[in-house]
Nanobody, 117 residues
Framework: QVQLVESGGGLVQPGGSLRLSCAAS????????MGWYRQVPGKQRELVAT???????NYQDSVKGRFTISRDNNKNTVYLQMNSLKPEDTRVYYC???????????WGQGTQVTVSS
């Protein structure tokens, strides 16, 4: 059984930082892209960042230079370091793992990030 457990969300002031973590279990994730998506109620979930097993990264343009995605393959954990946070970053953030070949992916439960003064 695959489980993705997210943590690290919260309330921060503009310009602040947060670090999200997502611990995956129940599978060998070497053949999975790991990433983060975000969503506001009533809107489509959008990509924030992804990282492959080999370390190739992809970012949404609006977070480039501010967010950094990384993964620890020994711990099956993906991280999202978020710096210089803006009110527009306020979203529920979801961890995602997606198989590189098969139509197979899993989602975390979501963690709220709120950026407000």
């Amino acid at each position: 059984q695959v489980q993705l457990v997210e943590s690290g969300g919260g309330l921060v002031q503009p310009g602040g930082s947060l670090r999200l973590s997502c611990a995956a279990s129940g599978r060998d994730f070497r053949s999975y892209v790991m990433g983060w998506y975000r969503q506001v109620p009533g809107k489509q979930r959008e990509l924030v960042a992804t990282i492959t097993n080999s370390g190739n990264r992809n970012y949404q343009d609006s977070v480039k230079g501010r967010f950094t995605i990384s993964r620890d393959n020994n711990k099956n954990t993906v991280y999202l370091q978020m710096n210089s946070l803006k009110p527009e970053d306020t979203r529920v953030y979801y961890c995602n793992v997606r198989h590189v070949v098969a139509s197979l992916q899993y989602w975390g439960q979501g963690t709220q990030v709120t950026v407000s003064s």
